[in-house]
Structures are given as C-alpha cells and as structure tokens.
C-alpha cells in the first residue's frame, strides 16, 4: 500500500505540472501564434507535451527569412528616399543603416527557431512546476489574468504600430512604410513577448509576497492573543499556505527553493531576449 501511496504522488504531481505547462503556453498561445506567421517558433504543444519545432517549422521559418531578405534588400537598397529632401544620397544612407539594424533584429528573433528552443521549453516547464508548488490552480482566474496582461501588451502593439505606419504612409514613401512597418511590428512583437515572461514572474512573485505576508500577519495574531477566531469570506488569494510555524513544517523551504528557480528563469529569459533588445536599442541612437 505504501508503495502504491508512493507512486501516486509523483504521478498526480506530473499530471498537475502538465496541466500547467498547458495553462502557461494558453497565456502566451496569442503571441506565439502570430510569431508563426514572421517565422519565429519557439517551441510548439504537441500530445499536451512542450516539444522543440520539427522540420517543418524549420523549413517555414528558413523560407520566411529567405523572403524577407529577398524583400529587405529590394526596397531598402533601391526604394528609400524623399522627393522633398535636398541630401537624398545622405538621407538614403541614413534610412538603409537604421533598418539594417531592425533587419538584425528580425533575424535575431527568427534565430531563436534553431538555438533557444530548450531555454524557451525549460522556461515554461520551470513555471509550471513552481505553479504545482504554489498550488496556483486553487487561485480563482489566476490564469485568465495573466491572459488578459497578454491581451494588453498585444492590443498596445498592435494599435501604436497602425499608427505608426499610417504616419509613414502619408509622409514618406509607401516602400519605407511597408518594409519598416513588418520589421517595426515584429520589434513590437518581440517586446511584448519579453513583457509577458516578465508579468508570467512577476504574478508568482505577487503570490509568493501574498503568501509570507500572510504568514507573517498569522504569526503576529498568535503573539498578540491566545486564541483568534476568524471567519474568511471565501478571498481565497489569501489562504494559508506556510501553516503553523514548527520543526517539521518545510513550507518556507519551499519558498526559498521557489525563489531559486525564478532567478534561474530570470537568467533564461536574459539569456533568450539580450541580443533582440540589444538590436531594439541600437537604432535608438541613430
């Protein structure tokens, strides 16, 4: 029986933290999908299982960089200039070296199709498992909020980006507009998916500060009366998650390991947005 009891535990653990790599990829499911459309796969959901981008994947994104290339060069080498500008040779070169950097920029994000698949799939797998330590499926709509952030970020790119090329269309010439939009939007993109990994920590680190408070708060009840009797209107974001402070309670242990592994997610994410922010800032300063 304790052999049964035993291996029930693991499996039930699994079955949790598979459910939230599920819930997790459903938060960043609308970013992910339009980044299949310019050719960026990060990892895809297969059988309820996060896996690498198979072949076909690889070739659409080789595909879509090979347009994209094809495109760059034609209209950014023969199409940029302004009729009302008097330097346009300056003007030209000036344009062609700032969307050169957009350009790097855009290959930097594809790349992350053949090199930061693991880094992207241990992010997401990391979560989930600090999800099931949290117990974050007793958390009413803790999920649907962080969707909604999604929503947010994306609805924020898309509208500033529609505005921007509307500008561009009406002020400098429709090739500009046409070829700096697409890289401008997935610039855009790539600083919303950075902002939704930052908000996927951010939400846990609310709940691990929620959960210490409480604990706190609990203890200097205790200290300052013998018995406290006190009804909950069902705020469930509240509960009680550390317990009573004893020998054998591991609960803050538990917090601490938390803690580590959201700075190693930290590190990840680091790890896979340093070189597309590094080429977002460049242009900045052109």
């Keep these: ?3 049964q009891l035993e291996e029930k535990i693991p499996s039930y653990r699994n079955t949790n933290k598979r459910r ?3 819930q997790i990829f459903n938060t960043l499911k609308i970013i992910i999908k339009i980044e299949y459309f310019v050719g960026i796969f990060r990892f895809t959901l297969l059988n309820e299982k996060l896996s690498r981008p198979n072949w076909r994947m690889k070739s659409i994104s080789i595909f879509i960089i090979t347009i ?3 495109w760059f060069f034609s209209f950014a080498a023969y199409n940029l200039e302004l009729p009302s500008v008097d ?3 300056s003007y030209k070169f000036m344009n062609l070296i700032c969307i050169i950097f957009m350009f790097l920029q855009f290959f930097a994000s594809a790349s992350t199709t053949f090199t930061f698949n693991t880094s992207n799939i241990c992010i997401i797998s990391m979560l989930a498992k600090v999800d099931t330590m949290l117990k974050v499926e007793i958390l009413s709509n803790f999920y649907k909020k962080c969707s909604l952030n999604t929503y947010i970020y994306l609805t924020f790119v898309i509208a500033t ?11 400098v010439r429709i090739s500009w507009a046409i070829t700096a939009g697409i890289l401008d939007f997935v610039q855009r993109l790539e600083i919303a998916a950075f902002c939704s990994y930052v ?4 939400c846990r680190l609310n709940i691990i500060n929620r959960l210490l408070k409480t604990f706190v708060d609990d203890q200097e009840k205790k200290a300052t009366a013998a018995l406290t009797i006190e009804f909950r209107s069902g705020i469930i974001e509240n509960f009680s998650f550390i317990g009573q402070f004893r020998e054998n309670n591991t609960k803050i242990r538990d917090l601490a390991k938390i803690y580590v592994m959201i700075g190693q997610i930290c590190s ?3 790890e896979i947005f340093n070189m597309q922010i590094l080429t977002i800032l460049i242009p900045l300063y052109l």
């Design 68 to 70: 994209s290339v094809v």
């Design 87 to 89: 330097d346009v040779t």
């Design 1 to 3: 029986m304790e052999f």
């Design 268 to 270: 990840k994410v680091n």
């Design 20 to 22: 939230g790599e599920e």
């Design 161 to 171: 980006q529609i505005l921007i090329s509307i500008i561009d269309i009406l002020t």
């Design 199 to 202: 908000d996927l920590l951010k």
